[in-house]
T-cell receptor
Framework: KAGVTQTPRYLIKTRGQQVTLSCSPI?????VSWYQQTPGQGLQFLFE???????NKGNFPGRFSGRQFSNSRSEMNVSTLELGDSALYLC????????????FGSGTQLSVL | AQSVTQPDIHITVSEGASLELRCNYS??????LFWYVQSPGQGLQLLLK????DTLVQGIKGFEAEFKTSQSSFNLRKPSVHWSDAAEYFC?????????????WGLGTSLAVNP
């Protein structure tokens, strides 16, 4: 069974641009969660999608948004990038409930210059 | 507000030595508790979790953790560390009820293993 796939693996953007990250969950998993990981703040929850609906949301500004498609694939978008958005963005999937077991992708490393 | 504290930022142990990584949580009731490991270049992997019942939880790779409500702790242990255990370890917790349950993560403990 293929694991969680995130693309691209690395991204370099400049301030003010926008970016879209993609996540393909494990086949059969319907819940997809997104996290931002930085050395100073650790892992911070962005949002969780289940069956194309946002089920939970963290404390991030509206520049961070996401969506989930009918095949459970998910995308997250960050608009008007700021230097502080530089981070590793992790996607995790689970069958139903993210509090049972999360399967993480390797992440997308975003650098904002 | 709910929080998770991992007091040790970095720990170094010798191969074959025992290991204990500390985790303290702050929550009004018994939360769900997790330990994940992040190896270099790899995604996070669940080691073990506690929802209820027996307070000593067995996980993968020979790890175990003990939930102590009196100390609000969920420390991770391994009796004999292998060089391949060098990684970043994260403790996480979530409320066990309610509609707004989110995983709250500690900042992690980096484990180095000396040969």
């Amino acid at each position: 069974k293929a694991g969680v796939t995130q693309t691209p693996r690395y991204l370099i953007k400049t301030r003010g641009q926008q970016v879209t990250l993609s996540c393909s969950p494990i086949s059969g998993h319907r819940s997809v969660s997104w996290y931002q990981q930085t050395p100073g703040q650790g892992l911070q929850f962005l949002f969780e999608y289940f069956s194309e609906t946002q089920r939970n949301k963290g404390n991030f500004p509206g520049r961070f948004s996401g969506r989930q498609f009918s095949n459970s694939r998910s995308e997250m978008n960050v608009s008007t990038l700021e230097l502080g958005d530089s981070a590793l963005y992790l996607c995790a999937s689970s069958y139903n409930d993210p509090y049972e077991k999360l399967f993480f992708g390797s992440g997308t490393q975003l650098s904002v210059l | 507000a709910q929080s998770v504290t991992q007091p040790d930022i970095h720990i170094t142990v010798s191969e074959g030595a025992s290991l204990e990584l500390r985790c303290n949580y702050s929550y009004g009731a018994t939360p769900y508790l997790f330990w994940y490991v992040q190896s270099p270049g790899q995604g996070l992997q669940l080691l073990l979790k506690y929802f209820s019942g027996d307070t000593l939880v067995q996980g993968i790779k020979g790890f175990e953790a003990e939930f102590k409500t009196s100390q609000s702790s969920f420390n991770l242990r391994k009796p004999s560390v292998h060089w391949s255990d060098a990684a970043e370890y994260f403790c996480a917790s979530s409320p066990n009820a309610g509609n707004n349950r989110k995983l709250i993560w500690g900042l992690g403990t980096s484990l180095a293993v000396n040969p």
